[in-house]
């Protein structure tokens, strides 16, 4: 069975642009979760999205948006990047039925972002 | 809203040492709780996870979490350190509800002496 798949692994930006990400979940699974890993901040909760729908969302600014497509695949954006925005961005996925998360989470191994 | 403190960002033991990598939780209804692993360039591996059942849990490679509800703790131990424990280490909480975001928190390095 193929783990959570991200793209692309590297990614280097001037500080300005966009840069999209992208997630495949496990077969099966519906949900995904993005977090960003900086430097000393550990994992910093982002996005949430489960059936299409964006669930819940972290103190971020408008700029980070993201959506999940029909296959349960999803995409992270970032716009107006900034130096800050440097760090390795991890997708997980996981299931969720009955309305409750087991909370188990499957990570990829991240796309590093640098922003020059 | 939930929450979860790591006690020391860096840990060293001797190997054949125990281990202990603390964790406090704060949560408003009775929570989920994990321990995650990161080895270096890899993404995060669940190691043990407790959801209301034992309180104490045993995971994978010798780990094993106490949930001590009256302590708001989830402490991470493991008896003897092996080399191959040296890694990075999340805990993170989970509220099982509608909302049931999970939060992690910024990792304990652990770090194996010879």
């Known amino acids: 069975e193929a783990g959570v798949t991200q793209s692309p692994t590297h990614l280097i930006k001037t500080r300005g642009q966009q840069a999209t990400l992208r997630c495949s979940p496990i077969s099966g699974h519906t949900s995904v979760y993005w977090y960003q890993q900086a430097l000393g901040l550990g994992l910093q909760f982002l996005l949430w999205?489960?059936?299409?729908?964006?669930?819940n969302r972290g103190n971020f600014p408008p700029r980070f948006s993201g959506r999940q497509f029909p296959n349960y695949s999803s995409e992270l954006n970032v716009n107006a990047l900034e130096l800050e925005d440097s760090a390795l961005y991890l997708c997980?996925?996981?299931?969720?039925?009955?309305?409750?998360?087991?909370?188990?989470?499957?990570f990829g191994e991240g796309s590093r972002l640098t922003v020059l | 809203a939930q929450s979860v403190t790591q006690l020391g960002s860096h840990v060293s033991v001797s190997e054949g040492a125990l281990v202990l990598l603390r964790c406090n939780y704060s949560?408003?209804?009775?929570?989920?709780l994990f321990w995650y692993v990161q080895y270096p360039n890899q993404g995060l591996q669940l190691l043990l996870k407790y959801t209301s059942a034992a309180t104490l849990v045993k995971g994978i490679n010798g780990f094993e979490a106490e949930f001590k509800k009256s302590e708001t703790s989830f402490h991470l131990t493991k008896p003897s350190a092996h080399m191959s424990d040296a890694a990075e280490y999340f805990c993170a909480v989970s509220d099982p509800g509608r909302d049931d975001k999970i939060i992690f928190g910024k990792g304990t390095r652990l770090h194996i002496l010879p």
């Open positions: 999205y489960d059936e299409g729908e964006e669930r």
């Open positions: 949560s408003s209804v009775p929570p989920y």
């Open positions: 997980a996925s996981s299931k969720y039925r009955d309305g409750s998360n087991t909370g188990e989470l499957f």
